[in-house]
């Protein structure tokens, strides 16, 4: 009977998606719904947790150090997305044309630092921009005649280490997405608009990028996301997650702070709703400005 | 013919200049593996290639020294394999749910899943990391696996394929008397195959990686991955920078030598979200 039952055409289909759903309920619904609840409470771990209504968003948004956070982590992100998008967009339509030499041997070597772990390049990178005269981006500086930066000390310098980082590692793989993207559009267009003289600059305005549009979107999408996210990469420039006066504390590394930190989970949990909140709204923004929502009509 | 020459040289020597910019970071820790651990402290890294500087002490140590090193190492690979495994199979499984049938709240249930990759994992950290707590899995390798065994990315990715496969499979199936499923187990799966190797890739790739949340779970340094392990090394004292500089420069050797022999499986796998925009 019971088997009758769980083979039926109609349960089985709830059986294969059973894990998804378990997973989803316990693992995402569960912890999302317990972080906006401490969110509203001072919660210690090993201590009955107290309701404060507002508290703590109240405290966030008088907290220096969470803007401090919050305005490292916004410049870094529109900086991905300043370099991160146009060139590899340009590189991939190069590489597709076909004034292109060892198309396939640069394809792979831009792909290489995307292998890497975090925790490898943000090693590697720590040490090329170390402060001393020797260390490798200090030695380039001196062959110009410049005199050694001490990187991972300074503001400006600091997000040049960081955005250096993303840069090596994320070209390639932002390549790939365009490559893929590109492989959509029809050489036909590209033809018809030799025929009516149009120059190479026009055809990468009005074909190219048009038609690369979805693949923009989902780019910008997952850089506008993982640059509101950062942590890790800072934490290994570092070598934790406290820099001089903050230069490199990011929204989840204020998170991480107050809540492994120094255990004040509903502070920290108010961190996370606040991230949701921004990711969520620019993301969302983002893609009614370039008419996501209107494609169905 | 002139003009377009030259425009092939200008792209060459472009693209050959940034190649170069790309590869110098892997030019320097190969060759400051070959130099005492000191000279990171005191030079930094650097593009020095000086051969009297340079030994095989740090892969003597490597190999023979006493450290965890490849304690580390080998708990990432079971780990990678583990993890990539059970994630392939429940994700192909749920993928196949939502591909073949149709039934009451499918679409809700799949809009949760294209939720789940807009949500920033981040922000689950301290809630999730209480939940671990809770349940008693701290410190283990379950902690790590349960949270993403049905990946989201990879159920997209295998309903996508699964919706090029033809319906007539399985209504066949059906014909001949199969269970509703035998017929994805036996008929199916096989068909899947091809994109199985992709998302291997992919979610081989994150969870060899995987550093923020395993760091946060495991306690135990006998545990330890290797982007862990290789985090312990970077001391303020310097005093494993030797460990620290070979033992980087070998973890990206696996990975480097499957790239080459599977170049196609990770494009495909990197771009798998793209496609379809």
């Known amino acids: ?297 | 013919m002139k003009k377009e020459l030259a425009a092939k040289i200008a792209i060459f020597a472009l693209f050959a200049v940034i190649c170069l910019l790309i590869l110098i970071p892997f030019y320097a820790v190969t060759i400051a593996s070959f130099k005492p651990g000191e000279d990171l402290i005191r030079y930094g890294l650097n593009l020095r290639f000086d051969v009297s500087a340079m030994s095989l002490d740090n892969f003597a140590y490597l190999f023979t020294g006493d450290h965890a090193y490849f304690k580390w190492f080998f708990n990432s690979l079971l780990l990678t394999v583990v993890q990539v495994a059970l994630t392939l199979i429940v994700s192909a499984t749920v993928a196949y749910g939502f591909a073949a049938y149709d039934f009451k709240g499918k679409n809700m249930l799949f809009v949760c899943v294209l939720l789940i990759m807009m949500v920033p994992f981040e922000i689950l950290l301290l809630p999730l990391y209480r939940l671990i707590y809770d349940m008693g899995l701290m410190n283990s390798y379950s902690a790590i696996i349960l949270p993403g065994v049905a990946s989201a990315a990879t159920i997209f990715f295998f309903r996508q394929y699964l919706s090029g496969v033809p319906k007539e499979i399985i209504a066949a199936g059906r014909v001949d008397g199969a269970t509703e499923y035998g017929i994805y187990a036996r008929l199916i799966l096989p068909v899947m195959k091809p994109s199985f190797a992709a998302m291997a890739i992919l979610n081989g790739m994150n969870s060899w990686n995987n550093f923020l949340w395993p760091f946060m779970v495991l306690s135990d340094d006998n545990k330890y991955t290797l982007p862990i392990g290789l985090k312990t090394l970077l001391t303020p004292y310097g005093n494993n920078y030797d460990l620290l500089i070979v033992g980087s420069f070998f973890s990206i050797i696996p990975i480097f030598i499957l790239f080459v022999a599977f170049q196609k499986y990770f494009i495909d796998g990197m771009t798998a979200g793209a496609v379809k925009g």
């Open chain 1, 1 to 297: 009977m019971v088997k009758r039952f769980l083979y039926s055409q109609k349960v089985a289909p709830y059986v294969f998606v059973l894990p998804f759903v378990l997973v989803f309920l316990v693992f995402w619904i569960y912890p999302l719904a317990s972080s906006v609840g401490m969110s509203f409470q001072k919660v210690t771990l090993g201590q009955e947790a107290q309701w404060i209504g507002f508290d703590n968003y109240a405290k966030l948004m008088g907290d220096k150090t969470f803007f401090k956070a919050v305005t490292n982590s916004a410049v870094y992100m529109v900086l991905t997305l300043v370099i991160l998008i146009p060139f590899p967009m340009l590189f991939a339509v190069l590489i597709n044309s076909r004034l292109m030499w060892g198309r396939e041997f640069f394809k792979s070597s831009f792909f290489f630092p995307a292998l890497t772990s975090v925790v490898v390049a943000g090693t590697i990178f720590r040490l090329m921009f170390g402060e001393m005269e020797g260390s490798l981006i200090n030695s380039i500086l001196g062959w110009f005649g410049l005199d050694p930066v001490k990187f991972l000390k300074g503001q400006a310098t600091g997000y040049i280490a960081l955005v250096a980082l993303a840069t090596w590692r994320w070209t390639g793989v932002n390549i790939l997405y365009f490559l893929s993207g590109l492989k959509s559009i029809p050489d036909d267009y590209y033809e018809a608009a030799s025929i009516d003289g149009a120059s190479s600059w026009q055809k990468f305005t009005r074909i190219t990028m048009p038609l690369l549009k979805p693949t923009t979107i989902y780019v910008v999408t997952i850089s506008i996301y993982a640059g509101l996210a950062m942590f890790i990469e800072s934490m290994m420039l570092w070598n934790g997650n406290n820099s001089p006066k903050n230069i490199g504390l990011t929204i989840v590394g204020y998170l991480y702070r107050q809540g492994i930190e120094k255990n004040n989970l509903g502070y920290a949990a108010a961190v996370g709703v606040v991230l949701l909140a921004i990711t969520m709204i620019i993301n969302l923004a983002q893609l009614a400005f370039s008419g996501m929502f209107k494609k169905e009509e």
